[in-house]
């Protein structure tokens, strides 16, 4: 079942924010974020681990919620280089690192 | 840095032949995936593999088939391709140790047109 990202676009001006919520039906072992630019491959960001470890992103944060099994991806003082479209993939456990990945949200920061 | 090379960026088929698409890292991975992204649908899963000559299908492995015969190349077998193929396939691979997770590192991507 493929996580629910929500919203499915949003369009910004340079310093505001922004938060993208991923939201899976199954119980979960972690959730990854990833961006992807147009024409370019998707880049990882954060990985969010259940029991609340997390790795990635320095200028990126994100929640991890397990009792609801969702995730969200806050995005503060946005740059132009944030624009993209950026997924969630979510892991099971026992699952070798397959993930499942949400629709997307496109994220456009405009000057 | 990690490298995922795929063979080719574009690609022009005709309905009922066989496609190979290739995918080579170079950091070693365990495994390996294959996933085609569609608009509105993100990335869908068709096979990993999480060692040599293993595989395992994904959400949607019907029309695909896989080989992984050496560590650092994953191969997507289109047997005989169809319209609705047409797609962008992407290539990952991660390492695999224990139950730990780990990031994934995806290929610039194939773009496939089968006409």
């Known amino acids: 079942q493929q996580p629910v990202q929500s919203p499915q676009a949003v369009i910004l001006r340079e310093g505001e924010d922004a938060v993208i919520n991923c939201s899976s039906s199954?119980?979960?072992?972690?959730v990854h974020w990833y961006r992807q630019k147009h024409g370019e491959a998707p880049i990882f960001l954060m990985i969010?681990?259940?029991?609340?470890e997390q790795k990635g992103h320095d200028k990126i944060s994100a929640s991890f919620n397990e009792k609801k099994q969702q995730s969200s991806l806050y995005l503060t003082a946005s740059q132009l280089s944030y624009s993209g479209t950026y997924f969630c993939?979510?892991?099971?456990?026992?699952?070798?690192?397959?993930?499942?990945f949400g629709a997307g949200t496109r994220l456009a920061v405009h000057p | 840095d990690v490298k995922v090379t795929q063979s080719s960026r574009y690609l022009v088929k005709r309905t009922g032949e066989k496609v190979f698409l290739e995918c080579v890292q170079d950091?070693?991975?365990?495994?390996m995936f294959w996933y085609r992204q569609d608009p509105g649908l993100g990335l869908r899963l068709i096979y990993f593999?999480?060692?040599?000559?293993?595989?395992e299908k994904g959400d949607i492995p019907e029309g695909y088939s896989v080989s992984r015969e050496k560590k650092e190349r994953f191969s997507l077998i289109l047997e005989s391709a169809s319209t609705n193929q047409t797609s962008m396939y992407l290539c990952?691979?991660?390492?695999?140790?224990?139950?730990?997770?780990?990031?994934?590192?995806f290929g610039p991507g194939t773009r496939l047109t089968v006409t």
């Open positions: 950091m070693d991975h365990e495994n």
């Open positions: 969010l681990l259940k029991g609340g």
């Open positions: 990952a691979s991660s390492f695999h140790l224990g139950t730990r997770t780990y990031e994934q590192y």
């Open positions: 593999s999480y060692d040599v000559k293993m595989k």
């Open positions: 993939g979510t892991e099971i456990a026992g699952g070798y690192n397959k993930l499942i």
């Open positions: 199954k119980a979960l072992y972690s």
